[in-house]
């Protein structure tokens, strides 16, 4: 993306660079891993026949029954069809986290130790809710 005429500050427009490319990145990753999944080339963990039979019921009955992980668990099943188009959604999910590791080096280049201090918190933060450490969140 070309820098556009206006005042923003440089991280500002790296800020929103990174995220205008990661979205479509993450967009364009679950469109890809949908089709892997739909067209039979990669295998599902959990068959058309068992979604469909667990359709109406509750979601803990559908993951118990089905042997499916919560929290970061599918992280471990990116192998199956079904679960490899998490990656495209994990990337959007952790999109903020991304776009905030170059500000933090732009502003300590500049010197700004304040938002410098407070765009690592705001790493560090994200980082410890997308954890599941602290559960919630988790299905």
């Known amino acids: 993306m070309n820098r556009p005429d206006t005042n923003a500050p440089a991280e ?4 929103a660079n990174l995220l205008f490319y990661g979205c479509w990145s993450g967009l364009a990753l ?3 891993t949908y089709f892997l999944y739909v067209t039979g080339i990669m295998d599902p963990y959990v068959s058309m026949e068992l979604v469909t039979k667990f359709w ?10 089905n042997n499916v992980p919560t929290g970061w668990g599918w992280a471990t099943l990116l192998n199956k069809g079904d679960f490899l188009n998490f990656i495209g959604i994990a ?5 903020t986290i991304i776009c ?3 500000i933090i080096f732009a502003y300590l280049k500049k010197k700004d130790m304040a938002f410098a201090i407070i765009s690592l918190l705001e ?11 602290v559960g919630g969140g988790a299905h």
């Open 12 to 15: 500002q427009i790296a800020y």
């Open 30 to 32: 679950m469109i890809v």
């Open 100 to 102: 905030y590791i170059p």
């Open 123 to 133: 790493v560090l933060v994200l980082c410890f809710a997308a954890s599941g450490i």
């Open 91 to 95: 990337l959007l999910g952790g999109l």
């Open 56 to 65: 109406s019921q509750p979601v803990g009955e559908y993951l118990t029954q």
